[in-house]
């Protein structure tokens, strides 16, 4: 596995928020009711409304002497701007970067951290896939631009998100392995809980190649009973993945893929998803393209499992990136989920192999041309490993 792994630990509460004008708000109000500690981890933070309305939070927490530490990747905090980094780090906010971009790290650039995480006062954890962008949220609006999840967690799991978090912290400055205490995690992955409410895990996967995230999405895959409900914005899944996916299908399982439609902010990635759709439509995988906006949330639903946060759980994530999902096992979480998904179903195109086979000649292009450069990279990346 690489590292240690986490437990899952019951007694949780779990609340699903969808989209920034629900998430964003209630991130905002925990960072103010503050008193001891805010954390806040994050991939892309771009100057904007969005990102005006948490830096002024997080000044106005460090202002009143809470202890309120940053850490953001190098390059997806690119756009912050230096106005606002310097209001931060005036009102006493500890920033740190994740692998700032050098020319000189040549192939060592491409490591990034992916993580989606907020921690106040060690006793509540809001984690998805959101950045800190105005695509995400802009105060007042009620809708926003991209489509995202967030998970609310109250109870002993936040304790090992902290872990997480403050491994990293630590690590960051030396670029080292996470050192964990002595005894901590398991040697193997644990078993599903059979049934029960308010359980919950933290899964991740770092840039030693732990792959904690893929090996029990796989095993949740392969051991599915009813349904696979499954979305990412970025289809370039493994081929192990796609195995799983397509033989459960054979074995009669509802298995749908909730994918981005033309709204996307990485058309090339979107068209070199499409060359794995006929071999999964012909297996009797069903897929479906978000219409209404840019779908970039992460998240899976296997008979009552539930997976969510950071990682697309693309060959590209699970090689470079340091990602963390939360993995539940939870009635009222599950059925949130299960609703989330059927809603948006129901905003989407289903892709059919008739339509596929119809579809025009640029796109026949489009596809070839973008999943040939894919697969090049792949093919390089695994022989330099």
């Given amino acids: ?179 964990p205490p002595t005894h901590f995690g398991l040697p193997r992955l644990p078993k599903v809980p059979s049934q029960g409410e308010g359980f919950g895990r933290v899964a991740y996967a770092d840039a030693r190649q732990h792959r904690d995230i893929l090996r029990s999405l796989v095993r949740a895959l392969n051991s599915g009973q009813r349904r696979i409900w499954l979305a990412t914005p970025y289809f370039l899944p493994t081929w192990t993945v796609r195995r799983s996916l397509r033989r459960a299908a054979s074995r009669g399982i509802d298995v749908r893929l909730l994918l981005t439609g033309p709204r996307t902010d990485h058309p090339s990635v979107r068209y070199a998803g499409h060359r794995y759709y006929p071999r999964l439509l012909r297996a009797g995988v069903k897929i479906f393209e978000y219409q209404p906006c840019f779908l970039h949330l992460k998240m899976v639903l296997v008979d009552e499992w539930v997976s969510i946060g950071s990682c697309n759980f693309d060959h590209w994530n699970l090689r470079f990136n340091l990602e963390a999902n939360l993995e539940a096992l939870d009635p009222a979480l599950t059925a949130a989920v299960q609703a989330s998904f059927e809603h948006d179903f129901g905003q989407s195109r289903q892709v059919t192999l008739d339509a596929w086979e119809a579809r025009p000649f640029l796109r026949r292009v489009q596809q070839r041309l973008w999943g040939w450069l894919d697969r090049w990279v792949a093919n390089m990346l695994d022989r330099r490993d």
């Fill in 1 to 179: 596995m690489g590292g240690p792994v986490f437990p899952w630990r019951n007694g949780n509460r779990f609340e699903l928020l969808i989209d920034g004008p629900r998430f964003f708000p209630r991130m905002l109000a925990a960072i103010e009711r503050a008193q001891a500690q805010v954390d806040l981890e994050l991939y892309l933070v771009e100057a904007g409304a969005c990102a005006e309305a948490v830096v002024a939070a997080l000044e106005a927490a460090a202002q009143r002497g809470v202890a309120v530490r940053c850490l953001f990747d190098g390059y997806g905090s690119l756009k912050l701007g230096s106005a606002l980094v310097l209001r931060l780090t005036e009102a006493g906010v500890e920033l740190r970067h994740y692998n700032p971009v050098h020319w000189r790290r040549g192939m060592r650039n491409l490591y990034r951290d992916h993580r989606k995480l907020l921690l106040v006062d060690r006793e509540l954890a809001v984690v998805g896939g959101t950045g800190l962008t105005d695509q995400f949220w802009r105060p007042g609006a009620e809708q926003s631009e991209w489509h995202e999840t967030m998970v609310q967690i109250d109870g002993p799991l936040v304790a090992d998100w902290q872990m997480l978090f403050d491994r990293q912290w630590r690590a960051n400055l030396r670029r080292t392995e996470w050192r």
